[in-house]
């Protein structure tokens, strides 16, 4: 017997609210597996039942973050997402650590680039304590004079951690030489003067303008079913919130450095850190899935070439690998490799010698091949998680981007040909076309 998928897409209005179903139903088989629904005050709703599962993740994305910071205020979205943990209307900090943890889940925030995030992993009985929890953080929290003192101490020590962790400030090191000025180049944490100059205005503020339902998503996914979802949502007060300010925040052009070499030296570390490469590519692009395809085999893992040349032939490095990062408007991407100040330049040498042969080259037939099914594995096997499935959810909503099934997934992995492979490849991935930044007691050119 053959099971054949379709795409569908089911709208329907309630009360002026906008409800669609989107997925991918077996012919004979009932309903689609994600749901949005668009509710009047501007809030976005997302679900995926996973049959099977006991447990549901539950997050909110708001449309707010370090990309649509000023440069005096570097930092203060980073500030706001550890803030509002400091006490809500109803909850001391105490109280909002143990509110999830207690019941079995957990409870969690990041703050990125593009967006900041609160999320949830609970038993699906706990549902609505997550949609409580989360729900009072990002809408009623205290925001206190005495609490920014405290936390202020606490985001420098965050800072300083970092800066003794040269495997993570190369990165902060490599986006500064790509973006420059541009926020896609601030750190996330800020900077000390910025983040000792912050005030309660600068978070109230931040709080007001992207803190309403007007700027949120809300994602789940595990065992929930939408109308449950909605209905816990509506009991936890999140339907009945004002919409707020929807203006889109003004973002720069995007433009990139050209090629040049940066060092920051160190002298009190053992190694030379080195970041090589340049502009990756943005949500929705077409080619999305060749330069995965390609930054997997270069270096996504033990039998990929950067791996083999570096590490297993040459002895060169402990670690090495390959990294990309996608936003609305741009990409980046890169090399990372650390190794002895001695050995860093042949390190980087090496590290040019593959990637100008995939530039120049492509990949063979064989590797394509191999490629894909790596590739393939990986998109399903990410996809047997109920928190990777609410990320999912979440991006169709936040990027614009249609939902696809594994199926849907799979066939555009297969549609790669090697005319789109040589194209990615040199357009991407040529090393005469990167910046290369270093950290340690010695350059590298």
Known sequence: MTTVSVAIVVVHVVDGTAVVAIGAKPLGAPAPTLHRTDLPNGLTVLSEAVPGARSVAFGAWIRAATLHERP????????????????????????????????????????????????????????????????ELIFHPLLREEDLALERKVILEEISMVEDTPDDIIFDVHNRALWGDHPHGYAILGTRDTVKALGVPDIRELHTRAYHPGRVVVAASGRVEHDQLLETLQRAGWTELPMGDRTPFPIDPVEVAGPHAEHVKRKDIGQTHIVLGGQGIAHGDSRRFAFALIDMLLGGGMSSRLFQRVREELGLAYSVHSFSSSYADAGAHGVYVASAPESAQQAVDAVREVLRDVAAKGLSSAELAAGKRQLRGQLVMSMEGVSSRMYRAATTALYGEPYRTIDELMALVDAIDDDQVREVAHNFFDPDRHILVSLGPKAVR
């Open 72 to 135: 005096e205020q570097m930092g203060v979205s980073h500030l706001l997402e550890h803030m509002v943990f400091k006490g809500t209307r109803s909850r001391t900090a105490q109280e909002i650590a143990l509110s999830l943890e207690t019941l079995g889940g957990s409870l969690d925030a990041y703050t990125e680039r593009e967006h900041t995030s609160y999320q949830a992993r609970v038993l699906d009985e706990h549902l609505p304590d997550a949609a409580h929890v989360i729900g």
